[in-house]
């Protein structure tokens, strides 16, 4: 969400899939450029709708086995079971002119600090989405009983203010009212009603809720009434306040219901002014609020595959390839303090503390997801495992599963998550998500081929095929993985591998003999056969560190080994136990903020990377420091409860 560092006109979840259809549905070609990608995907004329490449898997149809991405998919699940619906129904029955049956949560939900971003509210979508998420993957009864409740109460709700409409930021309908009159408000309504439409919305289609269905159309219908005076000039201005994914949402309630009238509302929510400049491929991103534009992105590119009007799409691939390619981190993620920044301030900006916002790696791995399944090309694979691994599963405390905000790069600084019961900002919210929809981009499927993204312990049922492919690897422990074909028949069919840009060679072996080897990273490698009960393929792949920097300061880098960005482990000092959860995330910086030695390393990236040795554990190494002291790095993904450095300033070497 927006946070309240920034102007009160600027602030703020792409379905499990692409959109409805692609979430129940269930090569990356040649290694061409990346700058390539805009025009390979399938195209359809103007106001065709248009079908994916390539399907997902139900998440019911894949199993995590054990990994960290099991274990931080459990930790959110104790915190979803710890939290109490109707303390986030609260201010929702206030509004509705009912009694509250509970105390209501603090934070970004009721407390004054926090009272001008009129966010009261977005938790309880997130709540919804996270539930139905872990519902479908678990089929724990208990998610779909609290998703049914939720849906019950919220039609008490409606019920009880004959209204579809369902808010709990104060004098909801009121301030809504204000805005739809093109008056001055404070706070982002529409980016709190899109978490609650989409909270619904998951809870309908994922968790099979018929009750979240009658809701969310209802409170659809009255989105369709409210807006309908608006001419097209002041639909513009009252997007120019911060209104998350409403075009998204829009257009998967069209796809749930083939109601024409959230169709056209959902292009009228597709900013026009943001789309020209994208459309015309002019990056126009510095300065602007960077989580406020993610979701649009991801509207144009649902209203493209709805209307086949290739300006939607044109602006979210290059949307694309400017942010990931031009604009992101090592990591993966993006921004400082919020908002891009001019490339060339690099080395002003990539120091702080309020860097990469965990949202918008949320929301760019969703975007990711869907241009994937239209342009199904490895880049797109090989950003989503750099962002997964150094932006999701490295936001989660893996000992409360509470989730940070920012990920900064400030030398000697440490990760602050939020607590569980008085912060809830929006990171809180898409924490509730990311970590329960893991098995959603591990594997996919066309109609003869099984697609192998992520190297994840994991197993997948392809019902077409009648066929169950079990995948065993340590990875990123060890670059290594294996699969096992189970079906009671034999099976014709393609596994297409990922061969990653950052292993310069792959190998494929089938039942243990040498299939083909690769020296192409950047691409799918396929393997098409008759596939037996109990065959097995193993793919070998190569890792080795390297320094990565922007080009307006190379003389800052950070190192990587494999998709991994390696982080110095800094130790503890001036921390106690606590001390890094937190309640307010505009103090970010502020905290633990007693000065500390950071090592320093000197001289060129190359001989740093060179001189850069194995540790005594799997994917640990030291690096020399000027004091003589060698620094500890580990994957970022796992530094906790400790200070870090990703990035460096180098400086000259003694002999220079």
Same mark, same amino acid.
């Not at 019950?152 to 808010?167: I, M, R, W, Y």
């Not at 950047?522 to 097995?536: E, F, H, T």
């Given at each position: 969400?927006?946070?309240?560092? %920034?102007?009160?006109?600027?602030?703020?979840?792409?379905?499990?899939?692409?959109?409805?259809?692609?979430?129940?549905?269930?090569?990356?070609?040649?290694?061409?450029?990346?700058?390539?990608?805009?025009?390979?995907?399938?195209?359809?004329?103007?106001?065709?709708?248009?079908?994916?490449?390539?399907?997902?898997?139900?998440? $019911?149809?894949?199993?995590?086995?054990?990994?960290?991405?099991?274990?931080?998919?459990?930790?959110?699940?104790?915190?979803?079971?710890?939290?109490?619906?109707?303390?986030?129904?609260?201010?929702?029955?206030?509004?509705?002119?009912?009694?509250?049956?509970?105390?209501?949560?603090?934070?970004?939900?009721?407390?004054?600090?926090?009272?001008?971003?009129?966010?009261?509210?977005?938790?309880?979508?997130?709540?919804?989405?996270? %539930?139905?998420?872990?519902?479908?993957?678990?089929?724990?009864?208990?998610?779909?009983?609290?998703?049914?409740?939720?849906?019950?109460?919220?039609?008490?709700?409606?019920?009880?203010?004959?209204?579809?409409?369902?808010? $709990?930021?104060?004098?909801?309908?009121?301030?809504?009212?204000?805005?739809?009159?093109?008056?001055?408000?404070?706070?982002?309504?529409?980016?709190?009603?899109?978490?609650?439409?989409?909270?619904?919305?998951?809870?309908?289609?994922?968790?099979?809720?018929?009750? %979240?269905?009658?809701?969310?159309?209802?409170?659809?219908?009255?989105?369709?009434?409210?807006?309908?005076?608006?001419?097209?000039?002041?639909?513009?201005?009252?997007?120019?306040?911060?209104?998350?994914?409403?075009?998204?949402?829009?257009?998967?309630?069209?796809?749930?219901?083939?109601?024409?009238?959230?169709?056209?509302?959902?292009?009228?929510?597709?900013?026009?002014?943001?789309?020209?400049?994208?459309?015309?491929?002019?990056?126009?991103?510095?300065?602007?609020?960077?989580?406020?534009?993610?979701?649009?992105?991801?509207?144009?590119?649902?209203?493209?595959? $709805?209307?086949?009007?290739?300006?939607?799409?044109?602006?979210?691939?290059?949307?694309?390839?400017?942010?990931?390619?031009?604009?992101?981190?090592?990591?993966?993620?993006?921004?400082?303090?919020?908002?891009?920044?001019?490339?060339?301030?690099?080395?002003?900006?990539?120091?702080?503390?309020?860097?990469?916002?965990?949202? %918008?790696?949320?929301?760019?791995?969703?975007?990711?997801?869907?241009?994937?399944?239209?342009?199904?090309?490895?880049?797109?694979?090989?950003?989503?495992?750099?962002?997964?691994?150094?932006?999701?599963?490295?936001?989660?405390?893996?000992?409360?599963?509470?989730?940070?905000?920012?990920?900064?790069?400030?030398?000697?600084?440490?990760?602050?998550?939020?607590?569980?019961?008085?912060?809830?900002?929006?990171?809180?919210?898409?924490?509730?998500?990311?970590?329960?929809?893991?098995?959603?981009?591990?594997?996919?499927?066309?109609?003869?081929?099984?697609?192998?993204?992520?190297?994840?312990?994991?197993?997948?049922?392809?019902?077409?095929?009648?066929?169950?492919?079990?995948?065993?690897?340590?990875?990123?422990?060890?670059?290594?993985?294996?699969?096992?074909?189970?079906?009671?028949?034999?099976?014709?069919?393609?596994?297409?591998?990922?061969?990653?840009?950052?292993?310069?060679?792959?190998?494929?072996?089938?039942?243990?003999?040498?299939?083909?080897?690769?020296?192409?990273?950047?691409?799918?490698?396929?393997?098409?056969?008759?596939?037996?009960?109990?065959?097995?393929?193993?793919?070998?792949?190569?890792?080795?560190?390297?320094?990565?920097?922007?080009?307006?300061?190379?003389?800052?880098?950070?190192?990587?080994?494999?998709?991994?960005?390696?982080?110095?482990?800094?130790?503890?000092?001036?921390?106690?136990?606590?001390?890094?959860?937190?309640?307010?995330?505009?103090?970010?910086?502020?905290?633990?903020?007693?000065?500390?030695?950071?090592?320093?390393?000197?001289?060129?990236?190359?001989?740093?990377?060179?001189?850069?040795?194995?540790?005594?554990?799997?994917?640990?190494?030291?690096?020399?420091?000027?004091?003589?002291?060698?620094?500890?790095?580990?994957?970022?993904?796992?530094?906790?409860?400790?200070?870090?450095?990703?990035?460096?300033?180098?400086?000259?070497?003694?002999?220079?």
């Amino acid at each position: 969400m927006t946070s309240p560092c %920034c102007p009160p006109a600027s602030r703020r979840t792409f379905l499990t899939t692409v959109g409805v259809g692609g979430l129940l549905a269930g090569s990356l070609g040649a290694a061409s450029p990346v700058h390539a990608m805009s025009r390979q995907a399938q195209a359809a004329p103007g106001g065709a709708a248009t079908r994916p490449r390539l399907q997902p898997f139900d998440l $019911a149809d894949v199993t995590l086995l054990e990994s960290p991405f099991l274990h931080a998919q459990r930790r959110t699940e104790a915190y979803l079971m710890a939290l109490e619906p109707d303390r986030m129904l609260h201010n929702f029955r206030v509004n509705a002119g009912l009694k509250p049956k509970a105390a209501v949560y603090g934070g970004w939900e009721s407390e004054p600090t926090w009272a001008e971003i009129n966010c009261h509210g977005h938790t309880l979508g997130h709540y919804l989405s996270g %539930c139905a998420l872990a519902w479908r993957s678990t089929k724990n009864a208990e998610y779909k009983r609290r998703i049914d409740y939720i849906a019950d109460e919220l039609a008490a709700c409606q019920d009880a203010a004959d209204s579809g409409l369902v808010c $709990a930021f104060p004098d909801g309908p009121r301030l809504l009212a204000a805005h739809l009159r093109g008056e001055k408000i404070t706070g982002v309504p529409w980016y709190t009603l899109h978490k609650v439409y989409a909270g619904l919305r998951d809870g309908a289609v994922l968790a099979d809720s018929a009750k %979240c269905r009658a809701v969310l159309l209802r409170f659809a219908d009255w989105a369709v009434v409210a807006t309908r005076p608006l001419d097209d000039a002041a639909f513009e201005t009252m997007l120019e306040t911060e209104h998350g994914g409403m075009s998204e949402v829009l257009v998967d309630l069209h796809d749930m219901t083939g109601n024409a009238d959230y169709l056209r509302l959902a292009e009228r929510f597709a900013q026009k002014a943001v789309l020209a400049p994208l459309v015309r491929e002019r990056d126009h991103l510095d300065g602007m609020h960077a989580n406020t534009q993610l979701p649009k992105i991801i509207g144009y590119q649902r209203v493209w595959e $709805a209307t086949g009007k290739p300006e939607y799409r044109d602006a979210s691939e290059f949307f694309w390839r400017t942010v990931a390619l031009t604009r992101s981190f090592a990591t993966g993620g993006h921004g400082e303090n919020e908002h891009f920044f001019a490339m060339a301030d690099f080395r002003d900006k990539v120091f702080s503390a309020k860097g990469s916002e965990t949202c %918008c790696q949320h929301n760019m791995l969703k975007l990711t997801r869907a241009l994937f399944l239209h342009d199904p090309q490895a880049a797109y694979a090989d950003y989503y495992e750099r962002t997964l691994y150094n932006g999701i599963l490295a936001s989660q405390d893996p000992d409360s599963g509470m989730a940070t905000y920012f990920q900064g790069a400030r030398p000697g600084y440490m990760k602050l998550y939020h607590t569980p019961e008085d912060s809830f900002w929006c990171c809180t919210g898409t924490g509730m998500e990311n970590h329960v929809k893991y098995r959603d981009s591990i594997y996919f499927r066309d109609d003869d081929a099984l697609y192998v993204n992520l190297f994840v312990p994991s197993s997948v049922r392809w019902t077409d095929k009648d066929a169950v492919v079990t995948q065993e690897t340590r990875f990123p422990d060890a670059p290594v993985t294996q699969l096992r074909w189970a079906s009671r028949r034999p099976t014709a069919a393609t596994l297409k591998l990922r061969h990653p840009h950052w292993s310069e060679q792959a190998v494929v072996l089938v039942n243990g003999a040498e299939m083909m080897r690769s020296s192409v990273p950047g691409r799918y490698l396929d393997v098409a056969r008759m596939w037996r009960d109990g065959d097995r393929v193993e793919l070998r792949l190569t890792m080795a560190v390297a320094a990565e920097s922007a080009p307006a300061a190379p003389d800052i880098v950070a190192f990587t080994y494999g998709p991994l960005v390696l982080a110095g482990a800094l130790g503890r000092a001036g921390l106690t136990p606590g001390s890094d959860v937190i309640i307010n995330e505009r103090k970010y910086g502020e905290y633990n903020n007693t000065p500390i030695d950071v090592p320093v390393l000197a001289g060129e990236p190359e001989a740093l990377v060179a001189a850069i040795r194995p540790g005594a554990r799997p994917l640990e190494f030291t690096v020399p420091s000027s004091s003589g002291e060698p620094v500890r790095l580990i994957p970022y993904h796992r530094i906790a409860h400790e200070r870090y450095a990703t990035y460096w300033q180098l400086a000259p070497s003694a002999r220079a």
